[in-house]
């Protein structure tokens, strides 16, 4: 029986194509993400209010 290769699931960052055996990751949404993409993602600073004040 042969099986069906997974379909073509997007990167929610960067839209290329995540290869599940590999890039085996996903966003705090459960989107799948790759691995460099999601790292970038939580390493660059963004705009608006830090973590710090919206703890206080």
Partial sequence: MKSRPFPEIPCLI????????????????????????HVKRITTPQAGPSIAMMAD
């Fill in 14 to 37: 960067c839209s290329s194509p995540v290869d599940l055996s590999a890039d085996c990751l996903h966003d705090e949404n459960g989107k799948a993400v790759h691995t460099e993409c």
